[in-house]
C-alpha cells in the first residue's frame, strides 16, 4: 500500500474538524502555531499507546472483577491518560507563547491537539486494512464513523478540558483545582463515549444523542468563553 494512502485518509477527519472549529476564532491563530499543535498532537501517540498498554497488562494482573477491570481499562487507562497527554502537548507548545492571549484559545489548541491525536489513530486504523486495496469500502465506512463519531469525541471532550484551563485564567487562586476538573471532565465524557460503544454496539443512535449532547454543552462553552474578558493577561497565564 502506498504509505500516503493512510496518512491521507487518516488525517482528512481531522482536518474537516480543524477547519471547522478555527471559524470559532474571532482572531485567528498563527498558522505556523496550529500546525505545531496539531504535530505535537499527532507526537504524543506513540507514548501514549505505550503508557496504555503497560496500564491495561497491570489491570488484567489485578484480581478484579470483568466489569470493575473494563471500567478501568475505558477510564483510567484509555480516556485518562489520552486526555492527559493531549493538555501536555499544548502546555508543552504554546502554554506560555503570547499568542496565547484570548480565553478562547484555550479551547482552541486543546481541540487542535485533540485532533492531531485523532489522526493518528486514524492512520492507524486504515494500516489495519491492509492489502487496502481488497478493503477499500470497509475502511471508508470505518472512517466516516470516526469522523462523526471517534474524531468528533476527541475534539469535544478536550474541547471541555481547554474551558476550564480558560477558567483558570480568570481564577488564579483556583488553577489547580479548575484544571484536574476540566481533566476529570474530560476523562468522562471520553469514557463514557467509550462505554457506550462497547455496551451498545451497533446501536449508533444513542452515540449520536450523546455526541450531540456534548457538542451543544461544548458550544455553549465556546459562547460563554466568546462574551467573557476579551484578553487574557500573559503573567496569569505563565504561572
Not at 493538555?87 to 508543552?92: H, K, P
Request: charged content about 15%; proline content about 4%.
Amino acid at each position: 500500500m502506498n504509505i500516503l494512502i493512510p496518512i491521507a485518509l487518516g488525517v482528512i477527519p481531522s482536518l474537516v474538524w480543524l477547519a471547522y472549529y478555527l471559524r470559532k476564532d474571532v482572531h485567528p491563530e498563527l498558522k505556523r502555531w496550529i500546525a505545531v499543535v496539531f504535530l505535537l498532537g499527532m507526537s504524543v501517540t506513540p507514548f501514549v499507546v505505550l503508557i496504555q498498554w503497560v496500564l491495561a497488562y497491570f489491570v488484567y494482573e489485578q484480581n478484579l472483577t470483568p466489569f470493575w477491570r473494563d471500567l478501568a481499562i475505558i477510564f483510567f487507562a484509555t480516556a485518562l491518560i489520552e486526555e492527559y497527554f493531549k493538555y501536555l502537548a499544548v502546555r508543552i507548545a504554546i502554554y506560555k507563547n503570547p499568542e496565547f492571549d484570548e480565553p478562547v484559545d484555550a479551547m482552541i489548541y486543546m481541540i487542535v491537539a485533540a485532533l492531531g491525536f485523532a489522526a493518528v489513530e486514524n492512520i492507524l486504523l486504515v494500516y489495519s486494512f491492509a492489502p487496502f486495496y481488497e478493503k477499500t469500502g470497509e475502511a471508508f465506512s470505518i472512517l466516516i464513523l470516526r469522523f462523526a463519531g471517534a474524531t468528533f469525541l476527541h475534539a469535544l471532550a478536550s474541547g471541555a478540558l481547554g474551558y476550564y484551563l480558560a477558567l483558570s485564567f480568570f481564577h488564579a487562586h483556583k488553577k489547580r483545582r479548575l484544571l484536574l476538573e476540566g481533566l476529570a471532565l474530560a476523562t468522562l465524557l471520553h469514557g463514557f463515549f467509550n462505554y457506550f460503544i462497547i455496551m451498545y454496539k451497533g446501536q449508533t443512535v444513542y452515540v449520536l444523542v450523546y455526541l450531540i449532547i456534548l457538542s451543544i454543552i461544548v458550544a455553549q462553552y465556546f459562547k460563554t468563553l466568546k462574551n467573557a474578558t476579551s484578553i487574557c493577561e500573559v503573567p496569569i497565564i505563565k504561572k
